[in-house]
């Protein structure tokens, strides 16, 4: 009997299409699984367990053994910089990284202010760029930093620019490029390595018959 796999996965857009994904690789995820409120889900047939989490949390999940497998995206794991594998890019849940913020507008000569959910991805960019900025995290509603004068720009996830236009700011500049990543504990990966191997390979022969397509 194959060991039972503990997967987490962040709830939202990365859910929905990583969902889709295991389907077409074949496996038999019931359709009410989409729906539930369940924080915790058991898919017998599979001999699988899914963890649903906050997308920050999986690889702190993934990383103390609580999951074998996670699911996230490459901004976090940029973010948490996690003690984990990553095994294979998903390449679904495009988006990226920018800095954005009020068109015309002037910064601060000495260390502007930068409004982000992501710090630690937030001050290695600007060293990078041998600027010096003052980092300020926000949690959400990171759009707003700017408009109210907290900041002079943003760092944030751009899917399809809509927000940004909708909230009067520009994207200044274009950081990395996010897809969601598969993850997986080392422990696991020595303990339980025919099940995720095979879950590797089966993801891998789908997603590059994607791309041939």
Request: with cysteine; net charge negative.
């Amino acid at each position: 009997m194959k060991e039972q796999l503990t997967i987490a996965m962040p709830k939202g857009r990365i859910f929905i299409e990583a969902v889709e994904l295991l389907r077409k690789a074949g496996y038999d995820l019931p359709p009410e699984f989409d729906d539930s409120r369940k924080l915790i889900l058991d898919i017998k047939q599979e001999n699988m367990r899914f963890i649903l989490a906050k997308p920050m949390d999986v690889p702190t999940y993934v990383e103390h053994g609580v999951a074998d497998i996670g699911i996230a995206g490459k901004d976090v794991m940029l973010e948490e910089e996690r003690d984990v594998y990553e095994v294979l890019d998903l390449k679904i849940s495009e988006c990226y990284l920018a800095v954005a913020g009020l068109p015309n507008t002037k910064i601060q000569d000495v260390a502007p202010k930068v409004a982000t959910k992501y710090p630690t991805v937030a001050s290695k960019y600007f060293r990078e760029q041998g600027e010096q900025v003052e980092i300020i995290k926000l949690n959400g509603s990171i759009e707003l930093a700017p408009l109210i004068g907290l900041a002079d720009r943003i760092v944030d996830i751009v899917s399809t620019g809509r927000t940004l236009k909708e909230n009067g700011l520009v994207e200044l500049e274009h950081i990395v490029d996010i897809t969601s990543r598969l993850i997986v504990n080392p422990a696991s990966y020595r303990m339980k390595s025919t099940e995720i191997d095979d879950m590797v390979d089966r993801l891998s022969v789908l997603i590059e018959g994607e791309d041939a397509s």
